[in-house]
């Protein structure tokens, strides 16, 4: 019960006769393993809910065997079997129809599926290609670049500015405020 990094404290106080254990170093160590015991799950508290076995509030023997009860807890309208044989069909389906379309694509496909030494299935997929764009989207991008107006940058920021007076935020680098004309920014005192 006493590990190697608690022997000095619980057998070897020097205000205790030698060969006696210190009792409040010895609790503490056993406190200490208790809660990791607890932590790791190699212990439980039966009334606790958070240190108690999960596995102890799973159904079993005549609990589980009560089918309705379950299936309108799980909001199932049909028996488990059943629901189960479903989802197992619609899983099958979901990995046949990748395979049959890699089947069909043959050798030009750029995914392939390799079973490996282990049995475990690996998915290799090689750098795709762009795709090209559909004549919709050339489209739509011509007759937005037409609408846009013909401005410079600086045009733009200060007509932006008119509406918002954003560059009053703005403050040059000196500390000093910058002045904004229609001619561009200069500094307060200067004679440009």
Known sequence: MVPSAW??????????????VDRDAYVVCV??????????????????????????????????EVEEDVLAGLNLDMPVT???????????????QPAERLEEAGPAAKVSIEVQDDGRVKLNVDKLGALGE?????????????????????????????WTGFLDAFVHLGDERTWVRAGGCRRRGSTR
């Not at 607890?38 to 079993?60: E, G, K, Q, T, V």
């Open 31 to 64: 406190l200490e393993q208790l809660h990791r015991a607890l932590d790791n799950r190699d212990m439980f508290a039966s009334p606790s809910h958070r240190w108690s076995n999960p596995r102890a509030r799973l159904l079993d023997g005549p609990d589980w």
């Open 134 to 162: 559909p004549k919709s989207l050339t489209w739509l991008r011509k007759r937005v670049e037409k609408m846009l107006p013909k401005i410079d940058l600086p045009d733009l920021l200060f007509a932006v500015n008119a």
């Open 7 to 20: 022997r000095k404290a619980v057998y070897a106080n020097p205000d205790l006769a030698q060969g006696a």
């Open 82 to 96: 059943e629901y189960l044989a479903e989802l197992v069909r619609g899983l099958d389906a979901g990995w046949k």
